[in-house]
């Protein structure tokens, strides 16, 4: 069964029209990432929070903000998507102790038209 | 300087040969070690841990060295399942941020 859940698989979206990213876990994990990555590229820390506490990485665009209402779930709010912005999007999770995984959802790949 | 860098790839091998990737990291307060490997369009999974002491899995070997920030995996008789992109990932306890590095290209051919 799936752990880390990411909604939709594929997303397109209209240049300038904001849309979300959904993250859902069923691990209760404290921790919870978002990452960009675009072709042949590594995945790129977005943000991440643990519990409550918002964790911006200081080259992340303002078009990008994060909302995380409970423990289970996680959204990714692109304000004004640009074509820049095409790219999959990972949602992970992890304990955040020492020595711990992180578990990957599928990944949600957004197109901009 | 990358937060993690990678031995550019690709690396295209026969089937059976040993290949071996390298990773150094700059924060020398990183506190843990990953291997993650990631197929064409899909999320990364874990590989394996890298412990101080070195740790091994079947063919897969991963070696850690602290004093030179240097990690490393080892692939033993290749197999054409191994092609995939293998990505080197660094754990910084004190903000909870997973780094990755921008991943090595495996291609086993036959």
């Known amino acids: 069964d799936a752990m880390v859940i990411q909604n939709p698989r594929y997303q397109v979206t209209q240049f300038g029209k904001p849309v979300t990213l959904s993250c859902s876990q069923t691990?209760?994990?404290?921790?919870m990432y978002w990452y960009q990555q675009k072709s042949s590229q590594a995945p790129k820390l977005l943000f991440h929070y643990y519990d409550k506490d918002f964790n911006n990485e200081a080259d992340t665009p303002d078009n990008f903000q994060s909302r995380r209402p409970n423990t289970s779930f996680c959204f990714l709010d692109i304000r004004s998507p640009g074509l820049g912005d095409a790219a999959m999007y990972l949602c992970?999770?992890?304990?955040?102790?020492?020595?711990?995984?992180?578990?990957f959802g599928q990944g949600t790949r957004l197109t901009v038209v | 300087r990358k937060e993690v860098e990678q031995d550019p790839g690709p690396f295209n091998v026969p089937e059976g040969a040993t290949v071996a990737f390298n990773c150094t990291y700059s924060n020398s307060a990183s506190q843990s070690f990953f291997w993650y490997r990631q197929d064409c369009r899909k999320e990364p999974k874990l590989l394996m841990s890298?412990?101080?002491s070195g740790n091994e899995d079947g063919r897969f070997t991963a070696q850690l060295n602290r004093a030179s920030q240097y990690i490393s995996l080892l692939i033993r008789d290749s197999k054409l399942s191994d092609s995939a992109t293998y990505l080197c990932?660094?754990?910084?306890?004190?903000?909870?941020?997973?780094?990755f590095g921008a991943g090595t290209r495996l291609a086993v051919h036959p």
């Open positions: 691990l209760n994990h404290n921790v």
């Open positions: 992970a999770t992890s304990v955040g102790d020492l020595n711990t995984e992180a578990f």
């Open positions: 990932v660094v754990f910084s306890g004190g903000y909870n941020k997973l780094i």
């Open positions: 890298v412990y101080s």
